[in-house]
C-alpha cells in the first residue's frame, strides 16, 4: 500500500501501519477538535476524513524537524475547517431545524450530547496534574500557540511542549469510555 511518493522522512500515512496508528491515537482528537469547531458531526467526520486524505496526499511533505505527525495532522485539520466554514458561508443552508422536524424523527441536535462531551472532557482533565492540565487546556482546548502559552505561563517552550505530550500520552492509557 505504501505509495511511490513517499520518502524514508515521511509522515507514513502511506502505509497501512502509519495510518492504523495514526487512526488510533489521533482520529478522536481530530474529531473532537472538529466538532467543537462546526457543531455539527456530519460535517465533524467530513473534516477529519478530508484531513485524512489531505494528509495522506502530502504524506512525503511532512517534514520532523516542524513538528511531530499529530502537530502537522492539526494545521491541516484548521485548514480543512476553514475551508468548510468558507464554503457554508457562500452557501447557506436554507433549511432550518424546525423545517426538517416533520421530516426526520429525531428533529433537533440532541442538547445531551454535547454536555456529555464537555463533561467527559472535564472528567479526564480532572485526572491530570494541574500543569498538564493547564497546558492541555491552552494549547489543545484554547488552540494557542506553544510559545504563547509559555510565555503567560512564564516557562520555557520545551515545558509547555513535554507537559502536553505527558498529558496527551496519560489519557491516552486510560480506559476507552463509551
Same mark, same amino acid.
Given at each position: 500500500?505504501?505509495?511511490?511518493?513517499?520518502?524514508?522522512?515521511?509522515? /507514513?500515512?502511506?502505509?497501512?501501519? *502509519? @495510518? $492504523?496508528?495514526?487512526?488510533?491515537?489521533?482520529?478522536? &482528537?481530530?474529531? =473532537? #477538535? %472538529?466538532? /467543537?469547531?462546526?457543531?455539527?458531526? *456530519? @460535517? $465533524?467526520?467530513?473534516?477529519?476524513?478530508?484531513?485524512? &486524505?489531505?494528509? =495522506? #496526499? %502530502?504524506?512525503?511533505?511532512?517534514?520532523?524537524?516542524?513538528?511531530?505527525?499529530?502537530?502537522?495532522?492539526?494545521?491541516?485539520?484548521?485548514?480543512?475547517?476553514?475551508?468548510?466554514?468558507?464554503?457554508?458561508?457562500?452557501?447557506?443552508?436554507?433549511?432550518?431545524?424546525?423545517?426538517?422536524?416533520?421530516?426526520?424523527?429525531?428533529?433537533?441536535?440532541?442538547?445531551?450530547?454535547?454536555?456529555?462531551?464537555?463533561?467527559?472532557?472535564?472528567?479526564?482533565?480532572?485526572?491530570?496534574?494541574?500543569?498538564?492540565?493547564?497546558?492541555?487546556?491552552?494549547?489543545?482546548?484554547?488552540?494557542?500557540?506553544?510559545?504563547?502559552?509559555?510565555?503567560?505561563?512564564?516557562?520555557?517552550?520545551?515545558?509547555?511542549?513535554?507537559?502536553?505530550?505527558?498529558?496527551?500520552?496519560?489519557?491516552?492509557?486510560?480506559?476507552?469510555?463509551?
Amino acid at each position: 500500500m505504501a505509495d511511490n511518493f513517499c520518502n524514508a522522512h515521511c509522515a /507514513r500515512l502511506c502505509t497501512r501501519d *502509519g @495510518l $492504523a496508528d495514526v487512526l488510533a491515537t489521533d482520529r478522536g &482528537l481530530l474529531h =473532537w #477538535r %472538529a466538532m /467543537r469547531s462546526l457543531g455539527d458531526r *456530519g @460535517l $465533524a467526520e467530513h473534516a477529519v476524513q478530508e484531513t485524512l &486524505l489531505r494528509a =495522506w #496526499r %502530502a504524506c512525503a511533505d511532512f517534514d520532523a524537524r516542524k513538528g511531530s505527525v499529530r502537530t502537522w495532522l492539526l494545521a491541516i485539520e484548521r485548514n480543512v475547517v476553514v475551508d468548510i466554514v468558507r464554503a457554508r458561508a457562500v452557501r447557506p443552508i436554507d433549511v432550518g431545524f424546525d423545517d426538517l422536524a416533520e421530516l426526520v424523527p429525531c428533529g433537533r441536535p440532541d442538547f445531551a450530547d454535547g454536555l456529555v462531551d464537555g463533561l467527559l472532557v472535564d472528567e479526564l482533565l480532572a485526572r491530570l496534574p494541574e500543569p498538564q492540565r493547564a497546558a492541555v487546556v491552552e494549547v489543545i482546548l484554547r488552540d494557542r500557540g506553544y510559545r504563547e502559552v509559555a510565555e503567560d505561563f512564564g516557562v520555557p517552550v520545551g515545558t509547555v511542549k513535554t507537559r502536553v505530550h505527558y498529558a496527551l500520552r496519560s489519557l491516552r492509557q486510560l480506559p476507552e469510555v463509551a
